[in-house]
């Protein structure tokens, strides 16, 4: 079984600024992927980037960058320069070798100030 | 390309009446599911489909609850009788399975935002 745990409900970040949602996980599958989702008001899960167990190198997406740490089992997001658009409720999930659902964490909810 | 689309956004009911949410994947999508979000938390699923074969449903309430995917496209989630603990937002997705791997995105439905009186 798997399962994400993210300790941070909320968080305040400056215009601007960096910010880091912490992600930690649990499986004892050999193989599995992480994924981050972004969730506004509005009420859609837009997906923002994923990072398979196997890969060498931490995933980045533009402003997104995943801090992967294997021996840890954690899986931050890192989102850099951040903008008032990206006040919304950001989520963890990670999906095992052997199932194709995707378990995800209870979610951080990110406020830029401006 | 069109997202997936789910109706209707919003429903209010009372308690023991029926309800049913539709969900249409992304086209050449085989893959569908059906999650329960409540409030302040993650999505959790409730069932997968591939194509038209469920293939996880061990979360699903099936005492009430019941869905279908007729021709491995469509699908319909119903719940009969609704109860109060039932209020939630009920989001479809779907993906495009292929063998091998873990990175088969899912795209997500606005949701369907349900209230029982």
Redesign the interface.
């Known amino acids: 079984a798997q399962k994400?745990t993210q300790t941070q409900p909320g968080m305040f970040v400056q215009e601007k600024e960096a910010v880091t949602l912490d992600c930690t996980y649990d499986t004892s599958d050999p193989?599995?992927?992480l994924?981050w989702?972004k969730q506004p008001s509005?009420?859609?899960?837009?997906?923002l980037i994923?990072q398979?167990?196997y890969d060498q190198q931490n995933a980045t997406e533009g402003r997104y960058s995943l801090n992967f740490q294997k021996a840890r089992k954690s899986a931050n997001l890192v989102i850099s320069a951040s903008q008032l658009g990206d006040s919304a409720m950001y989520?963890c999930?990670m999906?095992?070798?052997y199932?194709?659902?995707?378990v995800?964490?209870?979610?951080t909810i990110l406020r830029v100030k401006s | 390309e069109a997202g997936v689309v789910q109706s209707p956004r919003y429903k209010i009911i009372e308690k023991k009446q029926p309800v049913a949410f539709w969900c249409n994947p992304i086209s050449g999508h085989n893959t569908l599911y059906w999650y329960l979000q409540n409030l302040g938390q993650g999505p959790e699923l409730l069932i997968r489909y591939e194509n038209e074969e469920a293939v996880d449903d061990s979360q699903l309430p099936k005492d009430r609850f019941s869905a279908e995917r007729l021709k491995g496209v469509d699908s319909t989630l119903k719940i009969q009788p609704a109860e109060l603990g039932d209020s939630a937002v009920y989001l479809c997705a779907s993906s495009l399975e292929r063998t091998g791997g873990n990175y088969n995105e899912q795209f997500f439905g606005p949701g369907t935002r349900l209230t029982v009186l």
């Open positions: 994400i193989s599995y992927g994924f989702y509005s009420g859609e899960m837009i997906f994923y398979g167990s989520f999930a999906r095992g070798q199932g194709n659902k995707l995800f964490g209870a979610g």
